[in-house]
């Protein structure tokens, strides 16, 4: 295996010299088993063996090494920066089939999910032309291991907590950072497109899985935490394959929490909900929800943030209504936060409406807030300075208003924003 290490320059230091990089490497063989490194001769770099995790420490301290692994009986799956040994940007080629066996096999957590994250997000850019094209079947065959997995997990607060994060899509914003251009629709739809295909074709097993949950107290360690991330994905999995059932569940889930994190993931997962037959159940959980908490500021703030990242278009004009809302006061940054900054920051097919409605809108909230609180005003602004990121079409609009809000704001602080990012 070649190494190679690029440490980009920076201000004041145009070449910099190779960093030491610790790097965790682990070998399975084709049964899925670790291999251990006192079977193997590794030469080529420094390393210290650790015989407890069954991996090795290389010690990269060129910029180029050439590492020989002597002693195996056949090609290994290679599991790269255990532990997350170390906080690189790792560049590497490694096919569908092999990380979806460290998917489902690795040993090590992070090495685990970061071939399950490595893998969905490689699909799921190869679907932004097609995002209706059928799953492929080296990711459906491993997103069903994790599944079956899931019955048998341990309830240790890490088996079940796992699995979650592993059948949890990469999100949008992680996606947008993979490619040059932003075009944050064809994002949403190759990962919405993806997820409910995946619901549908493992329906059964989720609902099998779901049906599993037995009623516990409430606990605030780590086995509770992991059983309700667990239950919540698997749940809104079920909604999104369109069984018409889950909408009940989801509703019964709501009513029965004795906690925030099932209730806010069973108001979500409705709200959030594609399918139209979950759209009376969500206007009646969000009514209940701020019935029940309408007292409780801090709480509030998910009401408005939940419904500020509500997917599509027409959440402008949801967000609109909001702001005259008795929960909505413009004096309050934290309700600015929840639901201007929710819907601006967090909520892209929303806030770059092709007609530039959501920029307009937020500009003007901009201008608005520059002589009562700049600093906010300032913050609000991010989400326009990254102009450069998305499509032509959406520049010039996202540009326009940044040169509008050169003209009319007063303060230094949006002003240094604007100017930078028109500069």
Do not use: C
Request: hydrophobic share 45%; no cysteine.
């Amino acid at each position: 295996m070649t190494f190679e290490q690029l440490v980009p320059p920076t201000p004041g230091q145009p070449s910099k010299a190779p960093m030491h990089i610790p790097f965790v490497l682990g070998l399975l063989n084709e049964a899925g088993e670790d291999l251990l490194p006192g079977d193997l001769s590794i030469t080529g770099v420094e390393t210290t063996a650790r015989p407890a995790e069954a991996s090795v420490l290389l010690h990269l301290r060129e910029a180029e090494h050439t590492v020989t692994i002597s002693g195996l009986s056949g090609p290994p799956a290679l599991s790269l920066l255990r532990d997350f040994s170390a906080p690189v940007k790792l560049v590497v080629a490694q096919s569908d089939e092999e990380l979806a066996f460290l998917m489902v096999h690795d040993s090590d957590g992070f090495a685990r999910w970061d071939a399950a994250d490595r893998l969905m997000a490689r699909i799921l850019l190869s679907r932004l032309d097609t995002p209706d094209a059928p799953v492929p079947a080296v990711l459906s065959e491993a997103f069903g291991a994790l599944l079956q997995a899931a019955f048998t997990a341990p309830d240790d607060g890490e088996g079940k907590a796992m699995l979650a994060a592993m059948m949890t899509l990469p999100a949008e914003e992680a996606l947008a950072q993979l490619v040059p251009v932003v075009d944050v629709h064809a994002l949403h739809e190759a990962r919405r497109q993806l997820r409910n295909a995946l619901a549908r074709t493992h329906r059964d097993t989720l609902a099998t899985l779901y049906a599993t949950d037995e009623a516990r107290p409430y606990a605030p360690d780590s086995a509770g935490i992991a059983h309700r991330a667990l239950m919540n994905l698997v749940l809104s999995y079920l909604l999104a394959s369109g069984d018409e059932a889950a909408v009940a569940l989801a509703e019964a889930r709501y009513a029965q929490a004795d906690n925030m994190t099932d209730r806010l993931g069973a108001l979500r997962t409705l709200v959030w909900s594609d399918q139209p037959a979950a759209q009376a159940a969500a206007e009646r959980v969000l009514d209940a929800f701020y019935a029940r908490y309408q007292d409780q500021p801090l709480v509030v703030d998910q009401w408005l943030s939940t419904q500020a990242l509500i997917p599509g278009a027409e959440t402008l004009a949801r967000v609109e209504a909001l702001t005259a809302h008795p929960a909505f006061d413009a004096r309050n940054p934290n309700k600015l936060r929840a639901l201007l900054g929710a819907f601006a920051g967090q909520n892209p097919t929303a806030f770059h409406r092709p007609d530039g409605a959501g920029y307009r809108f937020l500009a003007d909230w901009i201008s608005k807030l520059d002589g009562q609180n700049p600093q906010v005003a300032a913050r609000l602004a991010t989400p326009l300075t990254r102009w450069a990121r998305y499509p032509e079409a959406s520049q010039g609009l996202m540009k326009r208003e940044l040169e509008r809000l050169s003209q009319e704001i007063q303060s230094p602080d949006v002003f240094e924003v604007v100017s930078k990012a028109l500069a």
